[in-house]
């Protein structure tokens, strides 16, 4: 077991090395869509964080619980609703917005149960997504994207500029931000989105509600 703050190193995604680093020590983290657990396991060595984990795929809700994670299975859409407000310290979503039939009620709910929310998301954006769309005239497949276009659980793909509008929409304040490029090198997002809505193959947010005036 690695001690909080230990430096974070290995075979671990950028997004979700990102994360670890916004998450504090110690935290209540509740994942959303956790797939195999890799993020919640990384967090709770790394940051001792007491996490939870929300699953859709049965067979992946078991190999967490062989791993020793607390997860179960659930529906993004359907079943955060029953979650009490400010349940968690953090809420997550890794790579799974997209996925979702109705995102902005999931952000909402993320917002709502968590004391800030942390979404990483595919840029429909990245070059490389606009370069297959202008030349081939098919919808692109790519590593952040690799199931064909009538395999893929992908409802609503969104660029980085779409990601901030909807944030804006359900009054979030963008707190830290960062895209990624193919290698994993880090685009932090300020003002100007444009050359990283175009660079950035992945992105990372960390948002909170606004307070009530």
Known sequence: MLKPNTPLAGPHRADHLFIAE???????VLDV????????QL???????????VELS????????????????????????DYPDQAFDYAILSLTIQATRYPKTVLEN???????????????????????????????????????????????LCTIKDFVDLAA???????????FNTSGQKLPIRHSLSLQNLLGEKAVFQLRKRPSR
């Open 22 to 28: 916004m998450v504090e020590p110690g935290s209540r």
């Open 58 to 81: 049965r067979e992946r809700v078991n190999a967490c619980v062989m791993r020793g994670l607390s997860v179960i299975q659930g529906d993004a859409d359907r079943d955060l609703a």
């Open 169 to 179: 929409v359900v009054d979030a304040e963008v707190e830290e931000a960062v895209a």
């Open 110 to 156: 993320l917002l709502r149960i968590g004391r800030r929310a942390i979404v990483s998301f595919p840029n429909f954006g990245h070059w490389r997504v606009r370069f297959d769309l202008m030349f081939t005239g098919r919808m692109p497949r790519t590593e952040s994207l690799p199931d064909s276009w009538y395999e893929s659980p992908n409802g609503h």
């Open 33 to 40: 869509g956790c797939g195999d657990g890799a993020l919640l």
């Open 43 to 53: 967090l709770a060595e790394s940051k001792n964080t007491d996490g939870r984990g």
